[in-house]
């Protein structure tokens, strides 16, 4: 399995990002994917996560109605679309699955949100 992020950067408070993840290595359109972050100091936290056939997402409540996950599956992307930016979401951004009983993790992007 291999995950890798891009897409991530220095952007001002009110702008936007829009994330990329490359997957290989195992039959993504059948895996639900997820959008982790972590910040200095803090615990990673789980963003938010799309299902295998992409219909339906789930976020955390402080990223709800700014953020939006989507997927190419024949592509084997995931995107993590991010708009109006805070300097609270400055962190390393990371794409998940979770497939033969444990995490797979890339290796993360960084977002920096300053003005």
């Known amino acids: 399995v291999q995950l890798v992020e891009s897409g991530g950067g220095l952007v001002q408070p009110g702008g936007s990002l829009t994330l990329s993840c490359a997957a290989s290595?195992?039959?993504?359109?059948?895996?639900?994917m997820k959008w982790y972050r972590q910040a200095p100091g803090k615990e990673r936290e789980m963003v938010g996560f799309i299902f295998s056939s992409g219909s339906s997402q789930d976020y955390l409540e402080f990223v709800k109605g700014r953020f939006n996950i989507s997927r190419d599956n024949g592509r084997n992307m995931v995107f993590l679309q991010m708009n109006d930016l805070k300097p609270e979401d400055t962190a390393v951004y990371y794409c998940?699955?979770?497939?033969?009983?444990?995490?797979?993790w890339g290796q993360g992007t960084q977002v920096t949100v300053s003005s």
């Open positions: 998940s699955v979770w497939a033969w009983f444990q995490d797979y």
């Open positions: 290595g195992f039959d993504f359109s059948r895996y639900n």
